[in-house]
């Protein structure tokens, strides 16, 4: 705690730390009494976690940066649920962007509410990671969705159209080389340079120069010749065939 205030002076000086706790029930009675708009969180506080403050706090009207050791199943649940984490030891440069976007969450009147809801559901599905929900942020905030539901995503520009079974697109401000990152671990392959595709919702690949693969909303999309034997593969891959 010592090491992330002097970091905080160092690197941070347009923040004032208004108090430092070690337990639960003292970083409870401070947020209540001191209604911060930024909080670095320890994944572990003595015998409890920050999650379980954070379930007892009746409202999240600040921004949250965790600080955070967990392994990558954990990391990929912060991730997508648009939630900041550090990892430990801290980067002094990691820790000043991830402050600049507080910053400008805090000043777009966007509270973590809805993220950290997202992420304690996703925490609870860090070995079934098709089972969790991804905040997509967009011109008017997030808006959380289904990972299973999606059945496409496609560039369109600098944003990302992201198409679901079921329900209306999104057009996420993000592009599809993040959400190529974000989603190839979770069944998610780049078919072509304009689309990623969810292999849950792949009907059915027709053979071609590149190929075809037709979705379950019955979207055909043309496979990049380059791409072909990766998605061939990564299908055997996913159904086991």
Known sequence: MNALNSMLQAYCPELSVVASCRDVAEAKEKIQLLNPQLVFLDISLKDKTSFDLLAGLEHLNFEIIFVTAHNQYALRAFQYSAIDYLLKPIDEDLLASAVKRAAKRISDNNTAGNNISTLLYNLNKINTQNEMKLCIPSLKGFDVADIKDIIY??????YTHIHFAGQPLICSSKGL?????????????????SYLVNLLHVKQYVKGEGGTLILSDNKEITVSRRKKENIINRMKEFYKF
């Not at 995503?153 to 600098?158: N, Q, R």
């Open 177 to 193: 080389s993040e959400y190529e990152k974000l989603l190839t671990s979770s069944g998610f392959i780049r078919a072509h340079h």
């Open 153 to 158: 995503c496609e560039a369109s520009g600098v």
